[in-house]
């Protein structure tokens, strides 16, 4: 005697289930092999010059970069970038090496934007930008040399121990921004002759806090410790987006010499701005970064 299984007939809702299924394995695997045929085939030599060509359209500087690849997941990645400030010859920045990559993660909202890491020669900063969102960055133990428009020989050498931006790309009228940076181990190079040190005017640990709206900015806190001056500050700046060296400022500070401050640097503290009954100094800075004016 045999026994046959009933046939069963799979119900509409199953059967739509199944199709969903099917569809949806379809789809994600033809991403994979897009991306992956995209991953393979896309040539290098290209995509480093379309990353030259995009961060010099958009931003004032010369981009000089030695490698770029595209990893998988579009993963960016590149090695040896240089950053300078249009026509000019100093280099603002040296990129080791670099990686960016899509927010996955946000692939649902519809506003996946970007995040990665750049590492200099030491640190690290490391960012996160939506196209509807704003643009954060975090940067620890990177490495600060300035040259100042007003006098080549003079430097601003130190350390970025920490620091938080949150702003937007690009900047826009309503956009609101906040800056919260620590510096250590700041120096002004070319200045040995106000002080007795040889390597020059020392200004210890900085901490500045901005917060601002569009271009306009407000200081609410700036403050040094540690070095031969000691200043404190509050003020304002006007942002010039196309060349940031003539941003207009307007500080309103108090300093006063340090423990160990050489005799010269403290009779010519003497000479400017206010003299203030606890001993300090009170002046205002104002003009452009490239060309500051002591009142």
Same mark, same amino acid.
């Given at each position: 005697?045999?026994?046959?299984?009933?046939?069963?007939?799979?119900?509409?809702?199953?059967?739509?289930?199944?199709?969903?299924?099917?569809?949806?394995?379809?789809?994600?695997?033809?991403?994979?092999?897009?991306?992956? =045929?995209?991953?393979?085939?896309?040539? %290098?030599?290209? +995509?480093? @010059?379309?990353? &030259?060509?995009?961060?010099?359209?958009?931003?004032?500087?010369?981009?000089?970069?030695?490698?770029?690849?595209?990893?998988?997941?579009?993963?960016?990645?590149?090695?040896?970038?240089?950053?300078?400030?249009?026509?000019?010859?100093?280099?603002?920045?040296?990129? %080791?090496?670099? @990686?960016?990559?899509?927010?996955?993660?946000?692939?649902?909202?519809?506003?996946?934007?970007?995040?990665?890491?750049?590492?200099?020669?030491?640190?690290?900063?490391?960012?996160?930008? @939506?196209? %509807?969102?704003?643009?954060?960055?975090?940067? !620890?133990?990177?490495?600060?040399?300035?040259?100042?428009?007003?006098?080549?020989?003079?430097?601003?050498?130190?350390?970025? !121990?920490?620091?938080?931006? !949150?702003?937007?790309?690009?900047?826009?009228?309503?956009?609101? =921004?906040?800056?919260?940076?620590?510096?250590?181990?700041?120096?002004?190079?070319?200045?040995?002759?106000?002080?007795?040190?040889?390597?020059?005017?020392?200004?210890?640990?900085?901490?500045?806090?901005? =917060?601002?709206?569009?271009?306009?900015?407000?200081?609410?806190?700036? @403050?040094?410790?540690?070095?031969?001056?000691? &200043?404190?500050?509050?003020?304002?700046?006007?942002?010039?987006?196309?060349?940031?060296?003539?941003?207009?400022?307007?500080?309103? +500070?108090?300093?006063?010499?340090?423990?160990?401050?050489?005799?010269? +640097?403290? =009779?010519?503290?003497?000479?400017?701005?206010?003299?203030?009954? %606890?001993?300090?100094?009170?002046?205002?800075?104002?003009?452009?970064?490239?060309?500051?004016?002591?009142?």
């Amino acid at each position: 005697m045999r026994f046959t299984k009933p046939f069963q007939r799979q119900s509409s809702g199953e059967s739509r289930k199944s199709g969903n299924l099917y569809l949806t394995v379809g789809v994600g695997l033809f991403i994979v092999g897009l991306l992956c =045929s995209f991953y393979l085939t896309f040539p %290098d030599a290209l +995509l480093k @010059q379309r990353l &030259v060509y995009e961060l010099e359209a958009r931003l004032p500087v010369q981009v000089d970069l030695v490698e770029a690849a595209l990893q998988p997941l579009l993963t960016l990645s590149g090695e040896g970038m240089t950053v300078r400030l249009s026509g000019q010859t100093e280099t603002l920045l040296h990129i %080791d090496t670099f @990686q960016v990559g899509p927010q996955w993660g946000k692939l649902l909202t519809g506003d996946v934007g970007l995040k990665g890491t750049v590492n200099p020669s030491s640190g690290e900063l490391a960012f996160a930008w @939506q196209p %509807d969102g704003p643009l954060a960055m975090t940067g !620890t133990t990177l490495p600060l040399d300035i040259s100042l428009a007003t006098s080549p020989k003079m430097r601003i050498t130190g350390t970025l !121990t920490s620091g938080q931006v !949150t702003t937007a790309v690009p900047l826009q009228s309503a956009t609101e =921004s906040r800056i919260d940076i620590n510096l250590a181990q700041v120096v002004v190079q070319g200045l040995e002759a106000l002080t007795a040190n040889a390597a020059g005017l020392r200004l210890g640990e900085i901490s500045l806090q901005v =917060s601002g709206q569009g271009t306009s900015f407000s200081i609410t806190h700036l @403050q040094t410790s540690g070095g031969d001056l000691l &200043v404190t500050g509050t003020g304002t700046l006007m942002l010039a987006v196309a060349n940031p060296q003539f941003s207009r400022i307007n500080l309103n +500070l108090t300093i006063r010499a340090g423990s160990q401050a050489d005799a010269t +640097l403290v =009779s010519l503290l003497e000479l400017v701005g206010t003299k203030q009954a %606890d001993g300090s100094q009170k002046l205002r800075l104002t003009g452009t970064l490239a060309k500051p004016i002591v009142r």
